[in-house]
């Protein structure tokens, strides 16, 4: 029905179709031959047209490649020529047309290789250590700026590369990778928490770097060297020149170093912070150089792994540059500079200026050779004179005209090239010691040198030190103390109130003594810029502590001990002995002399028993025997220089005590002291040098004691010396004490008394602390009252009038001591003006005075003064005063003593 129709229609319509397909084919069939012929042609047109239009494209691509240098899009320019050269040596090869297009592109190929190298040249030695200066520029102070406001790469003329770098007038401009001030502070923050200073990218900036080694196409050359860096690389790979790069970079890579310190210090000598020839610039190139090699460290790091990833990616040469060998030519720049500013020419001078006897640890003085003056000398044989010179011939003259212009040329080429901050040193080393062995460590890491092994610029430094520093170390300490020894022997004094201030001392000083103590306190600083030699130091302190106390030996000797062998002070005898220096020492005065103790206030009663104690000993070793005028130290000059010695080597054993102290040891670490403070950095000290310093100071100060202590005695000897005819007197005794009423003027044993003590005093007061006169002063009224008092015994008669002239003499003394000297009044002079004024009474009424006042004196004073007052009668009674010696004994032995008072 209705379905078997339209299958019938269906049937109808492919039966048709069929048809019509047979039809088709055979219609096609007669025209193959035609159509493929057609076919042909069009393909082959096709071909000729994309042939041609390659052909037109190299025939401009040159000039393409030209502008794509000029606006540094090298990847494209790279990519563009390499594909090029590829079709004329591969599709276009029998093109002979194509010829000089050919040559062209080869032309353009060198010219892109050359342009290349500058930029990766300016890139790693200029763009990647530009931002270090202009750090240091940013950081200065705005009067005294790193870097001038012109001084660009592009500020001057002269240019370390050629003109591709040259091309780049505008140095912020497009592919200039620099960045602004506040970009560099920004940047600097970031740096600052974990990364050192030599790094060209920032932790998060290395990893996006990362990621574009496998896709140099996102890379910006606008964004830094890095990436500018990359893409030299990766053009320099598609042109298949890796190899000779490396070779060229490690050609030019030590001429390139070199210029980065020329440009340093050229900038620095004329814009820096201080001016050319302060020693305090060399720090700052140093650091500036340092920061500078290292950045161009980092970027080869950046080439040499860019390199490698094109290498791979474009299947080309293999190359690589090694790291080790930038390190090895860094070291070399490195030590160039310290042969500049350390001055190695001097050490060929330390050989004539050290002394052949002196050793690394002794500076003993040079003795003579004496057997030059035992050697048989050759006779001198007649000198020959020449009968003709041809010096002054037209010949020898051009000639010489033409030597010397040579050697003229040769020495201004010379010094072009060098520009020093500062002058050459062996003493600079201090200044950078310690960044040097930091940036030592850092080569050491990178080189991944072995444990106990080290890199050529450690060997190069230590063998600096050793060859040259430490041998004009020994020189200058030679020199210091040969001017020491000058010094003491003139007797100069530092009197300059800036340099007592900055020493915190109120007295002068030795000029000696301050030179050796600015010796040890350059010492001092060493251990702590140099710390690797501190234990070396610390021994050549000692040594010079040896030195230097021989030095002040014989200054004291040549002071207190005379010429001839027979002949004695008495003075420096007693303070020599132990026993004398013991029981001064142990006196309760001594303390208020002492450093580190601190005194207490003593009473009246505990003043009058030391000072007894010590007129007591005085007495017993002086009363019984004369003292002639060569045994005292009567040149207050003399004494004057004692007391600048005394009170110089006091400040310099404390000086050095206070230093010693405060260094480290194994078991402890110091903390340095007032100028030497640097020494908190020393490493530990061996305790055994630590102690011999500690010793060879004290017995600075032990000598210092026994200056003071020949002070104190001295003053002493000089009252027995100049009161002893008071007191001896010429024939049995002095018979002055009963004239007439002309006669109670001081005697004048007094007067030269008090003339001395004034000119001591002069002499010392300019010289010693306060509490140091106070000690030397000090009991001198007490010692004078006990011989006053003691010459009652050899006193042949007295009177009212020799009363009168005892008294006065006792006045002068106090009135001399009080208002002159001590300031305060001395009341043990009043006591023996109480004595004397006993002999106005009669014997009975001495006694009985005794009896109702109290024993005063002792009992030998009571006798003493009964037997004057008997001599003193026109008729003495010999029984009278045997009655009176028995009651004064009975008396004294009744009667209750004043308190401090021995009967």
Known sequence: STLSGRLHRARGKLSTVRESLIACKELLHYKRDELKKLWLDGVEQKHILQLLKQIQEMKDLPEKIGSQMAKKEFLVATRGLTSSLDLLKGTLKDVEALGEVRSELESRSAQLYSRLMEDLTAQIYVEATWDVLQLQRVGSTRENPFQRADSGRNSSDK?????????????????????????????????????????????????DWNKILNDPDSADATLGPAHAILIDMECLALLNKLPETVESLNSDLQKQLSQILSRTSQQLAESGRYPQGDKRLLPQLFSAVVAQLQRVVEAHRLAAMAGQKAVVRNKMDQARLDLAEVWSRVQSVIQVLLTDYLDFKSSSTLGSLSLPQQSANTFSEPTADINSYFVRRKTARPKRSSLFRFDSSSTALSMNDYLREHVESDKEGAKEDKILVCPA?????????????????????ALKVQPGAHCTLYAFLMDYIKDVFLGQIH???SNSLNSASQSLDAWKSVTDTDVLRELAVSRPLLQSTVSVWKSMAELGEMMGTLPLYSHHFLTIMCNILMQYKEICGAAYRGLVQPEAEDKRIIS???????????????????????????????????IDQRNAKETEMLVQNLGSSDIPPHEILSDPAQLRSLAQLQESLDWFAQSVLKFARGLPTGSSTGGGVGKLSVVSVVPPLPETTINTLISLAKEFEELADVCLLVLHLEVRVHCFYYLMPLWRGPGGGPSQFSGGPDSTDPSNEIIQLNKDLLAVEDALDSSLQPQKIQYVFEGVSHLVSAILISSAATIKRINSNGVKKMCRNIFAVQHTLTASITGRRELALDQAKTFYELFNLTPKELLTSIVERGAAFKELDYMNALQLLHRSVAHPDPTSLTQNMERLSQILRGVVARPGVTV
């Open 475 to 477: 020189v200058d300490i």
């Open 425 to 445: 040193d062996p003493h600079n080393i201090t200044l950078i010691f310690n960044q040097l062995m930091q940036f030592i460590q850092e080569i050491e890491k």
């Open 572 to 606: 420096a005898q007693w303070a020599k002995d132990e026993d004398i220096s013991r029981f001064l020492k142990s006196l309760p005065n001594w303390n208020t002399v002492e450093r580190e103790s601190q005194s207490v206030e003593e009473t009246a009663e505990e």
């Open 159 to 207: 240019n370390p590369f050629s003109s591709g770098s040259g091309k780049k007038k505008d140095g912020s401009g497009k592919g200039s990778g620099r960045k602004t001030g506040e970009q560099l502070k920004a940047r600097r923050l970031l740096l600052e928490p974990g990364t050192s200073s030599g790094s060209l990218l920032t932790p998060a900036e290395e990893d």
